[in-house]
């Protein structure tokens, strides 16, 4: 229920400053991506007048749809789902400020020629499929270097850090390998000169072991807006 909202968020913020403390990190290091995808645009209005800031969303189509609702409120937006080459014209129509899911050459080289056409540049984090699983979407992690360097040469995009989803597991121990591997990812790619400073990992289950690897934003949206029809699992798996 959206009367819920306020106190599932405090919840969630509750959690996070605890994983930092016990994790020896401040809490300004970490922020909070209210991750949006099947969320009606007048709950997300109440998460955002609690003082949140950071949206997330997985299809072009709903960021389309909340659009005139929510671009009255102060917020800023990431694309956190699969992008399809064909759908980047569409997607830069909506004062989108970071893609997280940046994740082959393909799409980098389309989105650059995009936005020198339309004279903008975009943040962007590279996601790595640091689980192995076919059904993730992401850049193999042994391909981190070369492809980071690659798209380093674009101007327009700004690689600002990396982005995974951790494996489906009630075990932590598992969970924390993929975020250990993007850890990895990152210290390589500063080594190159590459400013991948921000990991984007962790969500409603696992955040406290992505706070304890280094997350810089951790994703979570059930726990605040409550269960969809489908588990998180269903909605990343995905094409838009």
């Known amino acids: 229920m959206k009367n819920d909202i306020p106190k599932n ?12 403390e016990n994790a020896g990190r401040s809490r300004k290091e970490v922020r909070l991506l209210l991750a949006t995808k099947t969320v009606s645009a007048e709950n997300i209005k109440m998460a955002l007048a609690a003082g949140e800031t950071l949206i997330g969303e997985n299809k072009i189509q709903e960021i389309k ?6 671009k ?4 800023e937006q990431h694309f956190i789902g699969h992008l399809q080459t064909n759908k ?19 799409l980098a080289k389309k989105l650059q020629n ?13 996601q790595f499929n640091t689980s192995y699983e076919e059904s993730k979407f992401g850049m193999n992690p ?3 270097v070369n492809f980071a360097l690659d798209v380093q040469q674009f101007n327009r995009i700004n690689i600002k850090g990396l982005m995974t989803i951790g ?16 850890k990895n990812i990152q210290t390589q790619l500063l080594d190159k000169g590459i400013s991948a400073h921000e990991l984007s990992m962790g969500m409603s289950s696992d955040l406290e072991v992505a706070i304890q690897e280094g997350a810089t934003i951790v994703r979570v949206g059930t726990a605040i807006f409550g269960k969809r ?9 995905e094409t838009n």
């Open 114 to 126: 995009r936005l020198e056409y339309e004279n903008k540049t975009i943040d962007a984090y590279l």
């Open 88 to 106: 980047v014209k569409e997607l830069l129509r909506y004062d989108v400020a970071c893609i997280q899911s940046l994740d082959r050459l393909r």
């Open 142 to 144: 042994e391909n981190a």
């Open 65 to 70: 749809e909340k659009y005139e609702d929510l």
């Open 229 to 237: 029809e489908h588990p998180d699992s269903y909605y990343w798996n």
């Open 9 to 20: 968020l405090q919840s969630i913020l509750n959690r996070i400053e605890i994983a930092c």
């Open 167 to 182: 494996l489906f597991s009630a075990e932590d121990e598992k969970v924390r390998k993929c975020f250990k591997l993007l």
């Open 72 to 75: 009255s409120v102060r917020h």
